[in-house]
């Protein structure tokens, strides 16, 4: 700040007209007594609530900081994932800053090296302008040049979400839900290959990162900022997300071998090594074997992500093949 001016690489409000701002959009008794205003997102760790961060010549006020949902971890904070309110239309946004990450992921015998890419994020918002199932946003650059993100925020539901809150038995959620569900991931997984065909993947395929807003039909992929890479199948890591979320919804949830030992060990019994998600080790990919009505040509695509597989999906489009013929011989298409 300089002589109650905030200036940026391409223009300059007064403090009187930020203030202004705020008060139109989010009420006068929210104007912060000093406005306290960033241009270089780097620490992001210092932008705070109520601060205004203006990138591009358009000032965003900053309401708080996202949350991880991570396996049912929704509390664990993303300082660098803030929530802010556009004080040039009052629209709310996501803005993702750049925090630099590095791991490895691991499925069977197989390694991942992943990384946090703003740039690869910054491409696929580009590609996908105007994609009912990705998220919608633009990137730009702050006065330091990091490359932030700014999203589109999504009121709606998360599919997880979805499916735990509808509460049924499974089997009258499997003839009831999941004709419709079904439906709704085989598009999702289109909308994977879109990405493929392009040369892009998504990264973090998981089933808190699909979301459904409101009074929308469809069902849109969020946060895809993560890139990994092996030398074998570029889209691989992609491929075991999509089978994991498609474990989950054909399972109503999560079956676990702790959960099964306690509740039902007679179904628990039943089971062998191979039964097993290659991803995790604690979780049933043999459906069948727990809900028996589960017919073979889905339960067959399920095994493809088990321990005892040794056939993998090589593409979005292998897997979409063997989707089409499971919902065509259940009568879901």
């Not at 202004?20 to 609530?49: C, E, K, L, W």
């Not at 735990?164 to 991931?185: R, S, V």
Request: glycine letters at 8%; a negative charge.
């Amino acid at each position: 700040m300089k002589d109650s001016v905030a200036y940026t690489q391409s223009g300059k409000f007064t403090v009187d007209e930020l203030k202004d701002m705020i008060a139109h959009h989010v009420g006068p008794q929210h104007v912060p007594g000093n406005v306290n205003v960033i241009t270089d997102t780097s620490n992001f760790f210092r932008i705070d609530y109520d601060d205004v961060v203006v990138l591009d010549n358009r000032p965003y006020l900053i309401r708080h900081h996202e949350r991880e949902g991570r396996f049912g971890i929704d509390e664990q904070p993303k300082f660098w994932v803030k929530r802010a309110v556009d004080l040039k239309d009052g629209s709310m946004k996501i803005i993702k800053m750049v925090f630099p990450e590095r791991f490895t992921a691991r499925v069977g015998d197989l390694s991942f090296d992943c990384v946090r890419s703003p740039k690869k994020e910054a491409r696929i918002l580009e590609l996908v302008k105007g994609h009912g199932n990705f998220m919608q946003g633009f990137s730009t650059l702050d006065s330091a040049g990091n490359i932030v993100r700014i999203v589109d925020y999504i009121p709606g539901t998360m599919i997880d979400s979805m499916v735990a809150n509808l509460g049924k038995k499974h089997e009258d959620y499997f003839y009831d839900d999941f004709p419709a569900i079904l439906n709704h991931y085989i598009e999702l997984v289109r909308a994977i290959k879109f990405l493929h065909d392009n040369g892009e993947k998504h990264g973090d395929i998981r089933r808190d990162h699909i979301i459904k807003g409101r009074g929308e039909r469809s069902y849109r992929w969020i946060d895809f900022d993560y890139n990994y890479w092996h030398k074998e199948n570029m889209f691989g890591f992609d491929l075991f997300g999509l089978g994991n979320v498609l474990v989950y919804l054909a399972g109503a949830g999560d079956i676990t071998t702790q959960e099964l030992k306690k509740d039902d060990p007679s179904a628990f019994g039943r089971l062998a090594p191979d039964d097993i998600n290659i991803m995790f080790s604690n979780r049933v990919v043999n459906l069948q074997k727990i809900y028996p009505y589960i017919p073979d040509v889905l339960n067959f695509i399920l095994l493809h992500f088990s321990r005892g597989t040794d056939v993998f999906y090589d593409d979005t489009e292998q897997f979409l093949e063997d989707l089409r013929e499971a919902g065509d011989s259940l009568g879901y298409s």
